[in-house]
């Protein structure tokens, strides 16, 4: 179950691989094996993709890799297999988002390449704009690609810029690539981190006695006891090494752009991105979707899990009781089997049942944190007015999702996208709620107040850090 | 990784199977398949069971079944592993709790055994005091044993007594054994439910269309859309065929005893057991807390996820506001790794990580639904004081555990149990919280106000429906 | 791959499993561990069956078992499986023939039960005629079974009428049974052989260092070079304990009945069986066919594995040169996809191809074994005359397989075995070859001149060890 | 177990990958699918490579691929997997040699790359001598290397050269690379065979129906019922489109070297390579032995199984008779549990026995078709000596192995080769033999008389088709 043969539809052009995934990265200057805490840091990550995972270990002369389909545990169920991969004090992980029907181990992270001088392994949470076009111009001068990640793109910018030094090779690769990326890259001998000159997706230094880590949240320091040094800035790349840790500032524009989704529902709680707890942004969105929404209700609840501290912040601004609504079944896994010959629609009862005892007879409000397509909005509904509720009164604790993401979420097409062509009437009577409320822009900008960073609101008014269109072809002249 | 190969150590005698398990049948009177049913009716009892899944099915001529180690999810990972059960519209299906030590397929259920009249396959939930006793005596009369598990002691009780009815044998079976059992028990022609005369196990009736279905708790009939008729009352027989559903009344004593801690942690909170909302019990308890306990604090929390709503209840009761204090990892599977060469205890931080941001210069109440060993207690504290935590409260929602449980709880040894040696200061100075208190079981009894049966609190004060000193060698006469 | 779930359909009654397996047992007195030793006795033992494997392992107090689906590389496929069996002195193994759609590990040996002294392991190679009988005598005494075979049975009788002394009940078992039995039986503290009084299945003694040896073919001590000391008598039980060996002689009557197919085809050629080489009964054969049939041919050949010998016999008897007809692919494996979508029948090519350069032009004869259902022999013959033979003289070195084996070879049922309902001059047409002639069974019996017992040939003319009609409803009285 | 995580230890340069495989490759003009095809041919040519198996399909627009570590059963050991792969009309597979330490599915095949044109999967059989020179080259100018596949740095040439049209590309690729290829190329709609200028490897053109086939050996054809059409010309590229099939020779040296070894021991008997019948050959060889040899015996074996029929040629040759003198063990698997606790040198034993009745007291000829290290030769010269032999008179079927194989054979360093550093006394001495005959060059070379081809004879004599050190570091200039 841990793994699975590498299966894969490659397409003859211009497939794209949106994906929104975890890195982990680690370097213990007194040598002391890092596999472990690498395996812990990508499992407080795992909420950040499911699909597979993979980490690689250089003990200073070789890499060495492992990586399949599934869950961390899943992939290194045996502990045969973290301990095959050595004692190596350097190395990187990554998990990735499940997108359905790529489920292809030849797309799993991290990718080890050999080029000019040795091997390198990279890691990437984010997505490219120019990643296709850069392919296309790479593959017309000969190179070949065995995947359909962004990553390879990078790794062949990286090689072929390559002289004497990488962190130079990364700094003229940053030249060609647009778009989000946080990068966790190792060598042979050095581990290194970037981040985007957008800053778009998250990208945190630790430090664990001798050894420094990077990764995609906090969360992942807690779970070794590791200390959270600081964020990366845009577009810093961090190195480790022999010489200890030293940080490259490239050129960045005025203003970034983190992405304010990873607060709406992507981080964990318990994570603090660029200055910002990411609890703190979802009970200060529901206390705020209170003072705007004003429902009269006899009680709170939340869509399990993401949009649980949004109900309770709603609740305590509101002063109306929180309660729980729904139960959620916590055994979802990869294999569940869908329902074929079902009497009747068991809908989303199978991973969501409604409280009967808890809502009958009452005034429901329900908090959740974006509606996507809709559909599942309206079987909750459904569900909680089966349970007896007398009202439902659904709030979203952000604005409608009208635009595409360009920038590492696998948004579904415009077509798809519930809020682009519909009014907010409109859909509050597709999915039959007797309210129904979204945040205002500008209070989820007030959630993340105290930030030292600026956000992406792209999906929700299109204003990306950089116009997709005008870099989906950009690349500088490659001599 | 959806099976095992079963390995066994089957040592000479006297191996204990304590278990908490679920069961689910499903009769339909149309002819229709019910393998899909009880898969997804599995599923919503798999927090009763992670350990191993089966299902039996029955077309009317003959039996056929798949049992595995691991989640329902993944012992069905095959779509074709189900549909290789083919098309019977009678079927039975079981999960069982994972002990320690004891992953062996062939102590998975159903047990599908051959006897006189044909095959019979039987799920049990519970445990029987006298079962080492009764097998001892068969094994004189020159009974084998195939498996540790009581179901194996009344399948040959079955067996034996059987002569042109089932129903007859099993009545006679339940006069020689003693304890906690809900079964489903089903032959290639009848579907049958029953209930210890204690009532100690829930065990209900649903119904959907044409079928009857047979549960350990309500959730199964709503996870496929089923109604909920009835519990099953203690010493009840349901049988199932094609005339219908008769019910067969066994002889009971005047007060029964519906095991306490499925309100307190073991049941799902959207299941309602013996006229009682699992929800609505946990959240009187924390209110009835809240009462007794008169805390003075900044925040209310709950350990996840089982004692959340508990914490909910102390808040609305109390005034105190509810906010998150721990995040839990959500992706905890069969086969993760332990730490080996940790630089530093990184303890339960892997699965639990305090919410530094909320908890932070506060004072904050932890609801936790019961202290087993302490161990885990005394790191939680520890990792919220880390956190910043003022004052760490500690409030369970339960009375203190002294007693083994006999009647299907894996309790560990009174050596191992904190409450059976420590009195409640000894325990918070061990766990070192400010303040430790637990529910008394006066205030405990209240909050399943309105049941419709007794309750069984052995664990707390050693008052157990059945004397187990008095029955474990208790054996009538067999011919 | 090495393990599959259980997964069965239990008929209502009487299904039969007809079966030819090899076992092994293996007891050191000196105390060391004998997992490896039995793992390589059952490797040598793999022809005789590749559907399941197992080994019981004593340590002198407990039993522990490993059994699964596949051939024994892959059952203990992983070096840590042997291992966990642990260091035990005292162990059996089983390897149990393919029949095709009973692929059930709950079938797989040895069986492993507890009774009323303790644990006990059994191994089995054959068939009882009575089995079926005495099941349902036992299940009308109300005993449960839950497995398909004949040791199952065995194992009730023995529990059964175990005193303090398990040697006592296995001569009274013997009494009860009626078939062929080759077993053999492991306590805490024991290891036991049996052979039926027919001596129908082979079984032998060996001895290597300090530890004592049984196995179905003494290939298997050639495997860990071990000696062969003897094969067990008909009737004999052979018990091995601290005391060391004893042999006890049951009753016996006065002929024994060794299968003679296992010289046919089933033993492997460098064991020795009752006095008698295969590799002599098989060189044997070819060469009083030769005498027998005196076909004028250009060259000898024969079908790969198990009629080559007899082929060379041929050769050496008759001065026509030996040459090889046919190429076999080795790699045939439990997983072989059948042709579904073929443009033309490619038939037996893949598993074996005609060599044309040697055949072209030329007279062959082709020798094999046996004809079962003919539907092989038709396919090779047309091979070979598609490949250039000129004459294609089919020589089988046994009589016509005419009647069903009730003794443990899963023979087809009689309107399925072409030797049953055709003339020798109708099967020859049938499979389209230029003569065909069968070795007669007075030769048959002059192959295994110098044997030390006497042969069923019950196959050929239905003079069985014992009337199964009469027999199949034996049962003395059980008190 | 038919899937293995892709597991690897990248070293950071110049790692050598010598292989023997087979290559498999189908176009059907009619549309037909050719998966199940592909499958059976592969299972034809599994003694050509047992490691990993692949298969890659397109359906005209895009391409689909499977590969997976173990036997092209296991591989595909789900009839879903082959089915997944489509409908495809064009299709490659390959089966890889297992080489020790080796095992990553990273580097099974076909490999499958995107390139300017679209996608290409390639399948190789052969060694290059300048690989590794070639991709120092290339990975100066930029370019990445994922495996450490020689068929990496084909595809990364034709990439580079490719233009419309791949057949110039391949072409060009041709000037550049140097050493033993026998390549089978797919693009969206073209099928390509390639051999290399001295026509090395073999590879042969078959046809079935409306389907044209190309195969490293005829069994191929053989086993779906095809066709031979032809072999492949030294330096001849064949390419199957819409438009038929077309030749393409390009320039190659007035005399070709296919692999000697090929009829030694690496093809299988049924297959006819250049003219050659295996069989034939392997007789001959036999034959020629017995004239130079002429060892008084009484009984001549072989090997089995690759020795076998060199054996029969001896003996007809000789007039000594043909016998069977060791027995071996059919169910080899990759997974055996080599021996740790045995008790004393259990050899060579399991895998081959003695057949003991046959070989007492003779004068035995073993006919072998190669020493190598020499260690398996002294164990079964002892174990026939152990089982009586008088006399043992080892022949080997062609001359000492003295030098390496640069051309995908995976000969042991020099050290090993026992021929390399002992005079054929002194292996005679070492292996203990009575005589050792080796087959002169010249008789060799006679055993394949009537080849349309010349031999490489480099691994006895060292006359390469190319001197390995002159085109190690061959490289025309890259624009």
Redesign the interface.
């Given at each position: 179950?841990?793994?699975?043969?590498?299966?894969?539809?490659?397409?003859?052009?211009h497939d794209r691989m949106p994906e929104e995934c975890g890195v982990v990265g680690m370097y213990d200057a007194g040598g002391?094996?890092v596999s472990?805490?690498l395996?812990?840091g990508l499992?407080?990550l795992?909420?950040r993709g499911?699909e597979s995972a993979g980490i690689a270990l250089s003990d200073g002369?070789?890499?060495?890799?492992?990586?399949?389909m599934g869950?961390?545990?899943?992939?290194?169920?045996?502990?045969a297999?973290?301990k095959?991969l050595g004692n190596g004090s350097i190395g990187i992980g990554h998990v990735r988002y499940s997108t359905a029907g790529s489920s292809q181990?030849v797309n799993a992270q991290p990718?080890?390449?050999?080029?000019?001088n040795?091997?390198m392994a990279l890691a990437h949470n984010g997505n490219l704009i120019n990643a296709q076009h850069i392919r296309g111009i790479l593959?017309?001068?000969?190179?070949?690609?065995?995947t359909a990640l962004d990553t390879e793109v990078i790794?062949?910018l990286i090689?072929?810029?390559?002289g004497d030094d990488i962190v130079g090779a990364i700094r003229r690769t940053m030249e060609y690539i647009r778009g989000a990326y946080s990068l966790v890259i190792m060598t042979?001998t050095q581990l290194i981190g970037v981040r985007d000159p957008g800053g778009v997706r998250p990208l945190a230094l630790g430090r664990?006695?001798d050894a420094y880590m990077i990764a995609s949240e906090s969360?992942a320091f807690?779970?070794?006891?590791a200390d959270f040094i600081r964020d990366l800035r845009p577009g810093e790349i961090v190195v480790v090494d022999r010489s200890g840790l030293r940080s490259i500032q490239t050129e960045t524009p005025p203003q970034s752009h983190l992405c304010i989704f990873e607060f709406v529902y992507f981080a964990?709680?318990?994570s603090?991105i660029d200055g910002v707890?990411v609890?703190?942004a979802r009970?200060n969105a529901g206390r705020l979707l209170a003072r705007s929404a004003g429902v009269e209700a006899d009680m709170v609840s939340g869509v399990p899990?993401s949009a649980?501290?949004a109900a309770?912040g709603y609740?305590?601004e509101s002063g109306i009781?929180?309660?729980?609504g729904l139960?959620k079944?916590?055994?979802?896994?990869?294999?569940?089997?869908q329902?074929?010959?079902?009497?009747?629609?068991?809908g989303v009862?199978?991973k969501l049942?409604?409280?009967?005892?808890?809502v009958q007879g009452k005034r429901v409000v329900l908090v959740d944190d974006s509606i996507v397509r809709g559909t599942t909005s309206r079987k909750i509904v459904e569900m909680l007015r089966c349970a007896g509720a007398r009202e439902v009164h659904m709030l979203i604790s952000s604005p409608p999702v009208v635009y595409p993401c360009f920038f590492g979420i696998d948004t579904p097409d415009r077509e798809q996208l519930i809020g682009a062509r519909n009014s907010v009437e409109q859909i509050r009577a597709k999915i039959g709620a007797d309210t129904l409320c979204y945040l205002p822009i500008e209070d989820l900008l007030k959630t993340v107040d105290g930030a030292v960073c600026g956000f992406c609101q792209g999906c929700f008014n299109s204003e990306y850090p950089l116009d997709p269109d005008a870099f989906r072809e950009f690349c500088p002249p490659l001599e």
């Open positions: 179950m841990s793994t699975r043969p590498c299966f894969e539809w490659i397409k003859p052009r002391a094996p472990e805490a395996y812990y499992y407080a795992q909420h499911q002369r070789g890499i060495r890799y492992h990586k399949a869950l961390v545990t899943e992939c290194f169920s045996e502990g297999t973290l095959n181990v990718l080890v390449v050999r080029y000019k040795g091997t593959e017309r001068r000969g190179v070949i690609s065995q790794a062949n090689a072929r810029f390559s042979e664990l006695g969360c807690d779970a070794v006891g964990r709680t318990d603090v707890s609890y703190q009970e899990d649980i501290t309770i609740s305590k009781p929180y309660g729980e139960a079944n916590r055994y979802v896994g990869r294999t569940f089997i329902p074929q010959q079902s009497r009747r629609e068991t009862r199978i049942n409604a409280l009967r005892k808890n």
